[in-house]
């Protein structure tokens, strides 16, 4: 059954560093997505993403963050400059064009560790 | 801005039925969602239901839907230990690839 894979699985980084946070879609979705989940806390969503260009982004989602589909596969998300409380499990998701796009399916997660 | 609620956890013994319940507070929500998350592993989608409908069974799964007192329930039948996760209420205002505003989720406890 296909999945949204996500790498790595855990990212430490130390404050002020650049993280990029990968993720692989459902290969015939066209929309993306990423949430983050702080511990104890609500998952929260990002951005969406649709014909290589955001569609929605949250009030979390300011100019630290940039998303890019830099290939037909891969999709990312880059923090430029971490921050203690960017610390948190990133969730991925995607869905299809039409019918079932309302359907959102997520990868498995990318525990990032700020230091 | 929207919110939604849940129970933080639920103990049941195997073979009972579980009922998750939850709250939202969006009267725009379209779709409404049932995510389970397993211990180390993303967000599983289970079920949904259109805001439309009332109720939709799926197996053991069956969700309620309450649109006049804006409340979801999903009720497991026969629970499992299987089962024991963090289930996660979500909604979409506008259903169609929508941002999801999630519940705190709702720790199942499964006994022998």
């Known amino acids: 059954e296909p999945e949204v894979t996500q790498t790595p699985s855990h990212q430490v980084t130390q404050m002020g560093q650049e993280v990029i946070l990968r993720c692989v879609p459902i290969?015939?979705?066209?929309?993306f997505y990423w949430y983050r989940q702080i511990l104890g806390q609500k998952v929260e969503f990002l951005v969406s993403?649709?014909?290589?260009?955001?569609?929605?982004k949250s009030e979390i989602f300011d100019d630290q963050f940039s998303v890019e589909r830099p290939d037909g596969s891969n999709f990312t998300l880059k923090i430029r400059s971490t921050k203690l409380e960017d610390s948190a499990m990133y969730f991925c998701?995607?869905?299809?064009?039409?019918?079932?796009?309302?359907?959102?399916?997520f990868g498995p997660g990318t525990r990032l560790t700020v230091t | 801005g929207e919110d939604v609620e849940q129970s933080l956890f639920l103990s049941v013994r195997e073979g009972d039925s579980s009922v998750i319940n939850c709250t939202y507070t969006d009267s725009s929500s379209t779709y409404l969602y049932w995510y389970k998350q397993e211990p180390g592993a993303g967000l599983q989608l289970l079920t949904y239901i259109f805001s439309n409908m009332d109720m939709k069974q799926d197996q053991r799964l069956t969700v309620l839907l309450n649109k006049k007192d804006k409340h979801l329930s999903l009720r497991i039948a026969d629970t499992q230990t299987g089962d024991s996760a963090i289930y996660f209420c979500?909604?979409?205002?506008?259903?169609?690839?929508?941002?999801?505003?999630f519940g705190t989720g709702t720790r199942l406890q499964v006994t022998l």
């Open positions: 979500a909604d979409a205002p506008r259903g169609t690839a929508s941002k999801l505003t």
């Open positions: 998701a995607s869905s299809s064009a039409g019918l079932y796009s309302y359907e959102q399916y």
């Open positions: 993403f649709y014909n290589n260009e955001i569609s929605e």
């Open positions: 290969s015939n979705h066209l929309y």
